[in-house]
């Protein structure tokens, strides 16, 4: 079973900057495209940053120029670098990895991590 562990989350002042990290873990899993959701109380998850396997990445349009995604594929980690924050980014953020799993690849991977709190305040 393949396990995402997030870390970096917290309180910062308009402006800042904070770094979130995420690490996939299990045994027999390639992973596809890494991502990073947001979801801020009562809106829809939403996609802020992806990163596929050769290192194409995609960005929302609201933090385009202010955020940062980078991938290891030899540790199964992805970091998204935010900068510049606002308070509409306050938010818990998800890692999410999607790839194949099981000794022969044959099963669809797709993982959410367990969410990390950011708080921009103003």
């Known amino acids: 079973q393949v396990r995402l562990v997030e870390s970096g989350g917290g309180l910062v002042q308009a402006g800042g900057s904070l770094s979130l990290s995420c690490a996939a873990s299990g045994s027999r899993f390639s992973i596809n495209d890494m991502a990073w959701y947001r979801q801020a109380p009562g809106k829809q998850r939403e996609l802020v940053a992806a990163i596929t396997r050769s290192g194409s990445t995609n960005y929302a349009d609201s933090v385009k120029d202010r955020f940062t995604i980078s991938r290891d594929n030899a540790k199964n980690t992805v970091v998204l670098q935010m900068a510049s924050l606002k308070p509409e980014d306050t938010a818990v953020y998800y890692c999410?990895?999607?790839?194949?799993?099981?000794?022969?690849?044959?099963?669809?991977?797709?993982?959410w991590g367990q969410g990390t709190q950011v708080t921009v305040s103003s």
């Open positions: 999410h990895i999607n790839g194949r799993s099981g000794i022969y690849g044959t099963r669809a991977l797709d993982v």
